[in-house]
């Protein structure tokens, strides 16, 4: 039986994969890597400082180190959702659909605290999540399941008895390694990556998640 629900939140909850991109490819530019949205899938759903490191581990730049880089591309990020972030469609009814059910909701993402706060402000959610929590405070981000253990037990519910909602391949790895239930609402990069299939169950978008969805999940409990 569901107790809580765990959000991701790039890609999910907020159209931010398109700034992400955008802030990669100017910054990785300007250390001689030429980024392109068929490259950046490899990287999807990884912490920013996981995916400095990827990239210099197969093409090292020299002039600035692998931190300044990382705080170019979050202070770009945080730049593009505050001018252009738009939240997904469905966000507000999947939140109804949850609410009716007095399930707890929380965010559990890659990204860094700071870039976090700036989508909730953007899309004003917060009043609707018991916690928030970043993988920057893991040993390890996604696929590794700690940043959902970790959201499990500041919700206060084992996490067998939660649900993860992720867009990413990685992210349902992580979320199934945590033992939790999870729905996939991959997007058109990934829709077609078996590990997508992992999940217990696959929506086209939060639009089409519904009350029957729930039901299907609950009875496979």
Same mark, same amino acid.
């Given at each position: 039986?569901? $107790?809580?629900? +765990?959000?991701?939140?790039?890609? =999910? ?6 700034? *992400? ?7 990785? #530019?300007? %250390? ?9 899938? $490899?990287?999807?759903?990884?912490? @920013? ?5 990827? *990239?210099?581990?197969? &093409?090292? *730049? ?5 931190? &300044? @880089?990382?705080?170019?591309? %979050?202070?770009?990020? +945080?730049?593009? +959702? ?33 870039? /976090?706060?700036? @989508? ?8 609707? =999540? ?8 893991? #040993? ?42 999870? /729905?996939? /609402?991959?997007?058109?990069?990934? #829709? ?10 696959? %929506? ?7 009350? $029957?969805? =729930?039901? =299907? ?5």
């Amino acid at each position: 039986m569901v $107790k809580a629900v +765990i959000f991701d939140m790039d890609g =999910l909850l907020i159209d931010s994969e398109p700034l *992400w991109q955008e802030a990669e490819t100017l910054v990785f #530019s300007k %250390v001689g890597i030429a980024l392109t949205p068929e490259k950046m899938i $490899k990287t999807m759903g990884l912490r @920013v400082d996981e995916v400095v490191q990827y *990239w210099y581990s197969r &093409q090292p *730049w020299e002039g600035v180190t692998q931190e &300044q @880089v990382k705080a170019d591309i %979050v202070n770009n990020v +945080i730049s593009l +959702i505050r001018l252009k972030g738009k939240a997904m469609p469905g966000v507000q009814n999947t939140i109804t659909l949850f609410k009716k059910r007095n399930l707890p909701m929380a965010i559990a993402s890659s990204s860094l605290t700071e870039i /976090i706060n700036a @989508v909730l402000e953007k899309i004003d959610i917060r009043k609707d =999540l018991k916690t928030i929590y970043s993988a920057e405070h893991e #040993s390890y981000g996604k696929p590794h399941p700690g940043v959902y253990i970790t959201t499990a037990e500041k919700l206060g519910v084992a996490p067998e008895h939660c649900l993860a909602i992720e867009d990413s391949p990685n992210g349902v790895l992580s979320a199934k390694a945590a033992r939790m239930k999870c /729905i996939a /609402i991959p997007d058109h990069h990934s #829709s077609s990556d078996p590990r997508i299939q992992i999940a217990d169950l696959v %929506v086209s978008s939060l639009e089409a998640l519904s009350e $029957k969805d =729930l039901l =299907l999940l609950d009875s496979k409990s």
